[in-house]
């Protein structure tokens, strides 16, 4: 595997601390996520945020493992509550358009789940999914904002929910003062670079920017999820500040954690809804043990579709 970084720790910026922090991460736990010595900093939780169930699985798990491993406290929040009328279209549909990969025995499923509004069978087994994932990962604490997404609607409620966003982080700042805070990278978040980024991924890199650019956030990270399927393998690693070389214990735990959104049993409430609805992002990232982690970009713009 190519090596995305120059070993060399200089110091002198910010790209190649993040490298030296990582190349120290694997045996030796780093103080803070930038390599500074604050004695402090291994004590305090390095809170995670996934906009959707199957994320945090997805481009969070190896580094929430990380910080785990380097003594911190991890907690891992959902932001929205994950409603998807596409998720329930398709577990309410025979034959799967997953074929023989789909998981319910004979690959029947018609569950008769509702399809428009706020898709409560959807959000209920989602989120069955991602408690099972939390698990997996062995995160410290879950924490459930359940906003209602409404990234997708109009402008203004867009603005909104990255309001909303905001007063819940404001809560968690408060709650754990000096804690570090890890987001998706929301303005890279498409499957097809062509396409606009997915509406509820840039709300929450939006609501980590003004917290930033209002002073109240400082420790801050993102993590670029949809690049296992917007990009080839060798073109995954582009742009990003740190490549996270997930240690072969860690990716066990990892993909653990995959494998919730592809488990098939109702008795628990778990009906593949991840596999149903992202199956090519799954697959790659279970094959991938990397995770792409930015800096805010200098030109960070804000709104939906950029
Ligand atoms: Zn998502
Ligand atoms: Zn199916």
Redo the contacts with the bound molecule.
Sequence with gaps: MPQPHDAVPTGLSRRSVLAAAGLTAAGVAFQGSLGASNASAATTPAIFYS??Q??EAIGMAGSILEHKAAGRPVYLVLVSKGENGGIAQNLNQTPCFLGDKCSAPNHYHELGWQETGTTPEVVSARTSEFTLSAKAIGVDKVINFKLSDSAYGTDSEYNTFVQQIMGKIRTLIQQYPGASHKFPAGWLDTIDPAQPT?A??KACSDAAYWLMKNGELTDVRFNH?YTYEAFSRDQRDRGADYVLNIPSSHMAKKRAAILAYNTWDPSRNLYTCGYHSVPTMLEEAYGDPREFVYMLPSKYRTGRGN
Excluded: F, G
Aim: no cysteine; hydrophobic share 10%.
């Design positions: 906009p959707h199957d994320d997915n509820t991924h999820i």
